[in-house]
């Protein structure tokens, strides 16, 4: 997981503490586990699911398929987290159903995806550098490369895991994922952009 991903699940957890039983949907074992975050304190019990299950000391990691979480309770977690997995689950909509399913009212859901935003040369260059950098490319490249730019936008390159399907609009993050929950806060982060959403189930 990206340092600069991993700080804002920080921060979004330090902000609203996370409370147990606590759940990580498309979770790895290693430190790049959401849920080995600082954040969390000492809240438990913490279970992860993957589709090939393992062990992330102190913590388990079952196998099974996020679409269909029949394992779980309806309402079993108080906080449910996941990064960087819907991308690669050809059902997403089914994960994010199952994920509602499965948070308690009042729970808080955290989801990052990697995403897209605006078009143009200038959501390729970071926001300290645009003048002079958008100056340079310009100089640099002909008139059809430019048209091409300014009708584009960065996207994380494919990475399968084991497949990869889609990238998401912040207002898809918005209306799809967080759909009916309350106190939503979305962060935008690194080029190309990651998403993270925090919200909380009615």
């Given amino acids: ?67 269909q979480m029949d394992q ?50 200038q959501e390729f260059i970071p926001p300290g550098d645009r003048f002079l950098m958008g100056r340079i490319i310009r100089w640099l490249t002909s008139r059809q490369t430019r048209d091409s730019l300014d009708a584009s936008t960065p996207t994380l390159g494919v990475h399968n895991y084991p497949g990869d399907y889609y990238r998401f609009s912040e207002q898809a993050v918005r209306e799809v994922f967080m759909a009916n929950m309350l106190s939503v806060t979305i962060r935008q982060v690194m080029i190309p952009p990651r998403f993270i959403a925090r919200g909380f189930k009615p």
């Fill in 1 to 67: 997981m990206h340092p600069a991903v991993y700080s804002v699940f920080q921060d979004l957890l330090t902000e609203t503490p996370a409370r147990g039983p606590i759940l990580e949907v498309g979770a790895v074992s290693g430190k790049d586990s959401l849920l080995h975050l600082p954040a969390l304190g000492k809240e438990g019990p913490r279970i992860g699911l993957n589709l090939q299950g393992g062990e992330s000391d102190p913590y388990t990691i079952l196998e099974g398929n996020a679409n």
């Fill in 72 to 121: 779980f309770r309806d309402g079993e977690f108080q906080t449910v987290l996941c990064n960087s997995t819907l991308e690669h689950d050809c059902h997403f909509w089914k994960t994010i159903s199952e994920i509602q399913r499965v948070t308690a009212p009042g729970g808080m859901i955290v989801i990052g995806v990697p995403g897209y935003s605006g078009m143009g040369l």
